[in-house]
């Protein structure tokens, strides 16, 4: 069927939608990777950890360490912790409100581009679908005008036409299944966040008194 063709001839028979779904995998991989390193670096320490780390602090009566401590590891549930490390000694209302407007700043740092990586993978199979559809079209017009020699002419156009539904699900199935993954992802991080919050809130309020 594409004998004798090499990879570059196949894919310029797709047409346009080929090249389209080609610069969708190029921004795909980019954000999945730049996701991937953004949460390993938020990863670097459990909640547990941190939160035992300040718990040390706290009775040693360290504050200023701790928060030291969550100024240099530098994680979303570290930053959450900072901002309420930063208020010892205020109002528990006010701990508490400053901490849950820190998770939400973190959680839409966490959800940056993803939707890019959901749109894609939501996307392109329809755009290789149209590629198959136009690349069908023009294989019938082809009949047309090779008469009695049409067939070959449409099965060659068909298989061209099909480059862009392969193309199309090449691209959206690791879209789709990385963009589950970072929505699991974010889920992980919140719980976290809000844990180490109400865990903190806890341990400054105790040791407050």
């Given at each position: 069927?594409?004998?004798?063709?090499?990879?570059?001839?196949?894919?310029?028979?797709?047409?346009?939608?080929?090249?389209?779904?080609?610069?969708?995998?190029?921004?795909?991989?980019?954000?999945?990777?730049?996701?991937?390193?953004?949460?390993?670096?938020?990863?670097?320490?459990?909640?547990?950890d941190i939160l035992e780390h300040i718990k040390k602090e706290f009775n040693n009566k360290n504050v200023l360490n701790a928060i030291g401590f969550c100024k240099n590891i530098n994680t979303p549930v570290a930053r959450v912790a900072l901002a309420g490390l930063n208020l010892?000694?205020?109002?528990?209302?006010?701990?508490?409100?400053?901490?849950?407007?820190?998770?939400?700043?973190?959680?839409?740092?966490?959800?940056?581009?993803?939707?890019?990586?959901?749109?894609?993978?939501?996307?392109?199979?329809?755009?290789?679908?149209?590629?198959?559809?136009?690349?069908?079209?023009?294989?019938?017009?082809?009949?047309?005008?090779?008469?009695?020699?049409?067939?070959?002419?449409?099965?060659?156009?068909?298989?061209?036409?099909?480059?862009?539904?392969?193309?199309?699900?090449?691209?959206?199935?690791?879209?789709?299944?990385?963009?589950?993954?970072?929505?699991?992802?974010?889920?992980?991080?919140?719980?976290?966040?809000?844990?180490?919050?109400?865990?903190?809130?806890?341990?400054?309020?105790?040791?407050?008194?």
């Amino acid at each position: 069927m594409f004998k004798g063709q090499n990879v570059f001839e196949i894919i310029s028979a797709g047409g346009f939608t080929i090249y389209l779904l080609i610069f969708c995998s190029v921004i795909s991989i980019a954000v999945i990777i730049e996701r991937i390193v953004y949460y390993s670096r938020g990863s670097r320490f459990s909640r547990t950890d941190i939160l035992e780390h300040i718990k040390k602090e706290f009775n040693n009566k360290n504050v200023l360490n701790a928060i030291g401590f969550c100024k240099n590891i530098n994680t979303p549930v570290a930053r959450v912790a900072l901002a309420g490390l930063n208020l010892h000694g205020h109002d528990e209302k006010l701990i508490s409100n400053v901490m849950e407007r820190e998770i939400t700043v973190e959680t839409v740092k966490l959800e940056r581009f993803t939707g890019i990586v959901g749109s894609i993978g939501g996307t392109a199979v329809y755009i290789g679908l149209l590629g198959t559809v136009i690349g069908i079209m023009r294989a019938f017009s082809d009949i047309g005008r090779a008469g009695s020699g049409g067939m070959d002419v449409v099965t060659v156009g068909i298989a061209e036409a099909l480059v862009c539904t392969a193309a199309g699900l090449l691209v959206a199935i690791p879209a789709v299944m990385s963009y589950n993954w970072f929505i699991r992802k974010i889920d992980i991080f919140v719980v976290d966040m809000e844990l180490a919050a109400s865990e903190l809130l806890d341990l400054m309020c105790i040791k407050g008194k």
